[in-house]
């Protein structure tokens, strides 16, 4: 299973590619929202895709947005993570993202949301709505 890694923070991006890479997946890295739509039309499709919010060039609620508006993208899964409490208006349109997972947040768990949507998607062909997993940290699952 191949997972995108959206993160602008270098610590955290590498350190969420080592982890999920030991793990089993394939995990690709972007700097941002922008390099990442970019890679996504060069390289093979994500299975899932994780994204910070708040990002330079382009943030996490407009690389969902675009990614939902364009037929090859709008199905693939996407876990957003913050550091900060999102407002109105700040995250993507409800039912466009399956999870948002607050900074800091527990890596293992993270791991776990991870594993939970790549069974799913593999499983049923459909990502559900929500994936409910026990103790990740503000995990809130979109419908």
């Known amino acids: 299973m191949r997972v995108m890694v959206v993160e602008d923070e270098p610590g955290i991006r590498m350190v969420l590619q080592r982890v999920l890479t030991g793990e089993g997946y394939e995990a690709v890295v972007a700097p941002d929202g922008l390099a ?23 943030g996490g609620k407009a690389m969902v947005e675009s990614m939902r508006s364009d037929p090859a993208l709008r199905d693939i899964p996407v876990i957003i993570m913050t550091g900060t409490v999102p407002g109105e208006g700040l995250l993507p349109p409800e039912g466009t993202y399956q999870a948002l997972v607050a900074k800091p947040f527990d890596l293992w768990e993270l791991v776990g949301l991870v ?29």
């Open 36 to 58: 990442a739509l970019q890679q996504l039309k060069l390289q093979p499709l994500p299975d899932l895709v994780i994204t910070d919010l708040s990002m330079p060039r382009l």
């Open 115 to 143: 594993a939970s949507l790549a069974g799913a998607a593999r499983g049923a062909g459909d990502v559900p709505a929500s994936v409910p997993v026990p103790g990740v940290t503000a995990a809130a699952a979109r419908s």
